[in-house]
């Protein structure tokens, strides 16, 4: 086979089908020549779809390749971008906004346990030792997540759980702080400062047992906790105001009740309610609480007490009683400072305060 092609000479290899076919022409004659118009119009109509066809195809292949490179360089300039930085804050805010509402949970909110988490995960650090914080967002993990001080904040965890999923870029630690300013603020707080870029580490980097407030104890124990963190005495009783939100529940802490009767609204109610009330030891056979002498339906724990027996604490729990914008601003600040506790921002990330949603 091969043989005979090589007899056959190139020229004929290479001649076009059309050099055979006009070979085959008749003479020009006028009829002749309107056959020959027909006949090369018929070759064009045959021959004019393999031109566009070609051309087309190449258009459509430096296309094709133009997109490839594109998302090539896309992709690569992605790879390179930290993940934090390819989050939108505002949206997982307005998403965590969205979880906070549930009648059947509670009193009608997560907010309140948002709140209680986003503080765990912060209140971990010590400044001696630059460890614990929200930054590696280690209460995820055992044995932190089982340390008494948590219990029930598996729940707050579980709840922001499908955004994480959603926001596949935004670190654990960046979510559970961002839950806390999103549910004060949500909950009409003041707005609060928050920056994103915390990067989270594993179990190994979990913190030891007792760091968090013990509710049975006193101003002393309070201090050595809250000083530990690098807080001072006003910071610490505008911290505390936070229970205004929530209650506690007897199967977490084994204290049971709300602070007051609105547990799902940030005001400076902690305040007001601890100084005009009479607090009474809670008769029961739980741990030691107070309950209001009145209607016996609200709460102290022996550590709130405390800010009202301390005289340096008692000072600014008089003055966030009297005025709640003082508190609101003590308040913001404190809770911004110890959702940064020991975290190292990357140098550009940006500081945020969003608006509350309507
Ligand atoms: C003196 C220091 C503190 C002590 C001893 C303390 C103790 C407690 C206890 C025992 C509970 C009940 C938990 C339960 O049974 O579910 C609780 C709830 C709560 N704590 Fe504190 N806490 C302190 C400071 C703080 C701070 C600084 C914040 C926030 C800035 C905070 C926010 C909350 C909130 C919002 C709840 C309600 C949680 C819920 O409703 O699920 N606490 N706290």
Redesign the pocket.
Known sequence: MSSTLRTIPRVALRAPATAKLSALRPAPTSSARVLARAYSSQQRQYQMPRTRKAGTGGILGVLAAGALAGWYFYSKQQDETPAWKKVNYQNVYKDIADLLEDENY??GSY???F??L??HAS?TYDKKTHTGGSGGATIRHAPESEHG?N??LD??RRRLEPLKQKYRNISYGDLYTLA?VV?VQELGGPTVQWRPGRSDLQADACTPDGR????A?GADH?RD??YRMGFDDRE?AA?????A????????????G?WNAS?TAFTNFFYTELLNNTWVPKKWDGPKQFVDKQSGAFMM?P??M??KTDPRFRTYIELYARDQDTFFND?SA??AK?LELGVKFPEDAPTYRFKPLD
């Open positions: 509670d009193d907010g309140p346990v709140v209680r986003a503080w209140g001080a219990a029930g729940v707050a806390g549910a968090l407030p013990d509710a104890q309070v906790i809250f610490i911290l505390v105001g936070a229970h939100l929530g209650r506690c529940h007897t199967y977490r802490s084994g204290f049971d709300p547990p724990l550590a709130d405390a800010f308040f404190a809770f110890l």
